[in-house]
């Protein structure tokens, strides 16, 4: 979990995330589903989807996988 908070924190500041988006980003790095980042932020599915969008244009990447695959980078 520290290395999971530690990357976001690097990625936040590198790709200029917002607080929703570095929020989303640390959610899908413990692998955890739309529906249930929906549930613990309190925001729609549809939410966090838009919100995986702009995470995903802002780092070039087009799935969970090229993120996990950027993470195993580092």
Do not use: C, P
């Not at 607080?19 to 589903?33: I, M």
């Not at 932020?41 to 989807?49: A, G, Q």
């Amino acid at each position: 979990t520290s290395v999971i908070l530690s990357l976001s924190e690097r990625w936040t500041l590198e790709y200029t995330l917002t607080n929703r988006e570095a929020q989303v980003l640390v959610a899908l790095l413990q692998n955890k589903r739309r529906k249930e980042i929906a549930v613990e932020m309190s925001v729609t599915e549809h939410t966090v989807k838009k919100h995986t969008g702009n995470i995903f244009s802002k780092m070039d990447v087009t799935s969970r996988a090229e993120l996990f695959a950027l993470a195993d980078e580092i």
